[in-house]
């Protein structure tokens, strides 16, 4: 993906990262392995593994954004959620340190913490019977609401921009003000 981009546009300038699947809901003591194993290779490994490649071309060119997709689970804990809680609190933990190795050589690293955003992950949390809790969630929003896809988007765009030039490390909630109760 990362040398495709590179061969037909010369350059990465900015890359976002973005992997989420939701665990099976179980307590920690239930939670099975090969579901572990599923939630972190795509939620952690698939972040790492695309901000390697981005790094190592943006590195050469001495500049880049990247913008990685946690969760408001990566900020948080989350009953029979730990698998997924655990998989996005490590996407903060590797934007924060690569934030750290690249700051001096012109690559900002940079992460969105989404809340509750209406996408084919809620409705699938809505067709497997979990619907209710979801809007258990929605009342916890002070913004009483859904988040919308474009609102995350708008972040992301601005983290790549140059109005963003000074800012690196960072992990920003889009949430509806959820974290700040």
């Known amino acids: 993906m990362v040398e495709q981009t590179v061969g037909t546009l010369g350059r990465l300038d900015v890359a976002y990262n973005n992997a989420g699947v939701q665990n099976r809901l179980a307590e920690t003591a239930d939670s099975p392995r090969d579901d572990y194993d599923r939630v972190m290779a795509i ?13 190592q071309y943006m590195r050469e060119q001495g500049s880049g954004a990247i913008v990685n997709c946690s969760s ?47 996408t084919p992950m809620a409705e699938q949390m809505v067709a ?26 708008d972040a992301v765009l601005w983290l790549c921009s140059r ?19």
């Open 43 to 55: 939620n952690l490994r698939g972040v790492w593994s695309c901000m390697k490649f981005e790094l």
């Open 72 to 118: 408001l689970g990566g900020l948080v804990g989350g009953a029979e959620r730990g698998t997924y809680h655990a998989a996005k609190h490590g996407v903060i933990g590797l934007t924060k340190s690569a934030a750290l190795e690249y700051a001096k050589r012109g690559i900002r690293v940079n992460a969105v913490c989404p809340g509750l955003i209406w």
């Open 128 to 153: 497997t019977g979990q619907g209710e809790a979801l809007e258990a969630m929605v009342k916890a929003v002070p913004m009483g609401r859904h988040g919308r896809a474009e609102e995350i988007a």
């Open 163 to 181: 109005a963003a030039s000074y800012v690196t490390g960072q992990s920003i909630s889009i949430d509806g003000g959820f974290v700040m109760r």
